[in-house]
């Protein structure tokens, strides 16, 4: 439960904070590193989001692996069984969370694309920001 309300807090806090920079600008000026840690910012919850995928995607093979070894034994058998349906029913919930996260993505892009950065090379310099904030600001 913490884990969702996280996200959805840095989704939204993430919005919140794209809204008022582009209240704050007019369409002509770009501000390259702001909107480059946006993205920075975004991306790094993504790949964290993707870290959790990954982990859950292992712990459900796990269980999988285990359930089929433990055929014989009724008692563990039952609770490998368990949990891995547990497992399986947060995979919707991580489903959600994936393809919100992704149209956050878009959105702030498409957004960004539309309102300053018209030109490739406008795109260029903000993907170029955007990596050095995501260097600095999420760490592997």
């Known amino acids: 439960m913490p884990i969702k309300l996280t996200i959805s807090s840095c989704i939204c806090w993430a919005f919140t904070l794209f809204s008022c920079q582009l209240n704050n600008t007019n369409s002509a000026t770009k501000n390259l590193e702001a909107d480059g840690k946006i993205l920075a910012e975004l991306q790094c ?35 490998y069984q368990s949990r891995l349906d547990s497992l399986n029913g947060t995979t919707d919930d991580m489903w959600r969370r994936t393809k919100a996260m992704a149209d956050s993505i878009t959105h702030t892009l498409e957004r960004l694309h539309e309102t300053a950065y018209h030109s490739k090379e406008d795109r260029k310099m903000l993907d170029e920001a955007m990596t050095t904030a995501f260097q600095q600001y999420c760490p592997d």
């Open 45 to 79: 919850q993504a790949k964290r989001l993707q870290n959790e995928r990954y982990a859950l995607a292992d712990a459900i093979r796990f269980l999988e692996d285990s359930v089929k070894m433990s055929a014989h034994e009724p008692t563990h058998h039952a609770i």
